[in-house]
C-alpha cells in the first residue's frame, strides 16, 4: 500500500523558516514527480512548487526566491525562508506518474507572532 506523509510543520514567526518533508513508502519516489501544494481556510488548494523527476523546478510567483524544492532518492523537500502570514496554510505533497497518483495528509503550517 503507497503512503506518503509529510513532516516538519509548525508554527514560526514572520521571517523564520521551515524544512517540510515528504517521505513514501510502498513505492520509490525517484520515479515520481513531485508537487507542494497548499490550501488556507476558504480557498482552493494551489501549487506552490513542482520538481520533476529529472530535478526540473517550477514555483508559483508569491513563493519565488523563498521557496525551494527540493528531493532526493527518498524524500521530497521543501525549504521555505521568510515566510510571510500569508503562507499558512496546510501543505500537501503530491507525486505522480503517468496515471498514478498519491497525495499525504498534510501537515499545517502557521505563520503568525
Known amino acids: 500500500q503507497v503512503k506518503l506523509v509529510e513532516s516538519g510543520g509548525g508554527l514560526v514567526q514572520p521571517g523564520g523558516s521551515l524544512r517540510l518533508s515528504c517521505a513514501a513508502s510502498g513505492i520509490s519516489i525517484s520515479t515520481y514527480h513531485i508537487g507542494w501544494y497548499r490550501q488556507a481556510p476558504g480557498k482552493q488548494r494551489q501549487l506552490v512548487a513542482h520538481i520533476t523527476t529529472s530535478g526540473s523546478t517550477n514555483y508559483a510567483d508569491s513563493v519565488k526566491g523563498r521557496f525551494t524544492i527540493s528531493r532526493d532518492n527518498a524524500n521530497g523537500y521543501l525549504q521555505m525562508n521568510s515566510l510571510k502570514p500569508e503562507d499558512t496554510a496546510v501543505y500537501y505533497c503530491?507525486?505522480?506518474?503517468?496515471?498514478?497518483?498519491?497525495w499525504g495528509q498534510g501537515t499545517q503550517v502557521t505563520v503568525s507572532s
Open positions: 503530491n507525486i505522480y506518474y503517468y496515471t498514478d497518483n498519491y
